[in-house]
């Protein structure tokens, strides 16, 4: 069962445009969201995240944003650099601050940026 | 140094070789993850290490075996595979366990077991 889904396998979007990946979640008791993104032969680099008490957080080119009652979130990339073409995985973790929090996957949605 | 290194970047192995996965970071971090993850799917917990200490097992065969032997080292023992195991295995840390704090992941061993 597929806690943390991203619906979109892929995504392609022009240079310089906005990127909107989503990602939708079915437990409501997550209280903390990241996105990881990955290149080929890499492992996951963490990018941004947000508390479950926010709904919006933005660093640089990066904004996610959290609508709980939704149990939906989204990153945009604005603008969109080819450099950006990668897997993103969207995360979830329960118990956020407990000694046994865990990190949950989505299955990632490739991001191609078209120069 | 933000660097998490595993060693091999790929091994092939058979089903009665004895092998092992290593993992170094040299951050502080104070606790230690194992990942295992199949082509097109999400990265799974394996085990999780918080001061050294065996904290997370996610009921993970017994032919995986982590071992910690310092703050700074993780390594995953394998024996007795199967095919089914073949996965990119990822290793990852972050400054305390439990907090939710970023993790930092090494690039990966791909593991084929024949």
């Known amino acids: 069962d597929q806690q943390v889904k991203q619906n979109s396998p892929s995504l392609s979007v022009q240079e310089g445009r906005i990127s909107i990946l989503n990602c939708d979640y079915t437990?409501?008791?997550?209280?903390?969201f990241l996105w990881y993104k990955k290149y080929p032969a890499e492992g996951p680099t963490f990018l941004i995240s947000i508390s479950s008490i926010k709904d919006k957080n933005e660093d640089g080119r990066f904004t996610v944003f959290l609508n709980k009652s939704a149990k939906h979130l989204s990153l945009h990339i604005v603008p969109s650099q080819p450099g950006d073409s990668a897997v993103y995985f969207c995360a979830a973790i329960l118990d956020y601050t407990g000694a046994n929090s865990k990190l949950t996957f989505g299955k990632g949605i490739t991001l191609s940026v078209r120069p | 140094d933000t660097e998490v290194t595993q060693t091999p970047k790929h091994l092939v192995m058979g089903m009665t070789n004895k092998k092992s996965l290593k993992c170094e970071q040299h951050?502080?971090?104070?606790?230690m993850y194992w990942y295992k993850q199949k082509a097109k799917k999400p990265p799974e917990l394996m085990f999780v290490?918080?001061?050294?200490?065996?904290?997370i097992n996610e009921s993970v065969p017994s032919r995986f075996s982590p071992e910690c032997p310092n703050s700074s080292l993780l390594n995953l023992h394998l024996h007795a595979l199967q095919p089914e195991d073949s996965a990119l295995y990822l290793c990852?840390?972050?400054?305390?366990?439990?907090?939710?704090?970023?993790?930092?992941f090494g690039p990966g061993t791909r593991l084929t077991v024949l």
């Open positions: 437990n409501s008791m997550f209280d903390y």
């Open positions: 951050m502080g971090h104070r606790a």
């Open positions: 990852a840390s972050s400054q305390e366990p439990g907090q939710g704090d970023t993790q930092y």
């Open positions: 290490y918080s001061y050294e200490k065996l904290s």
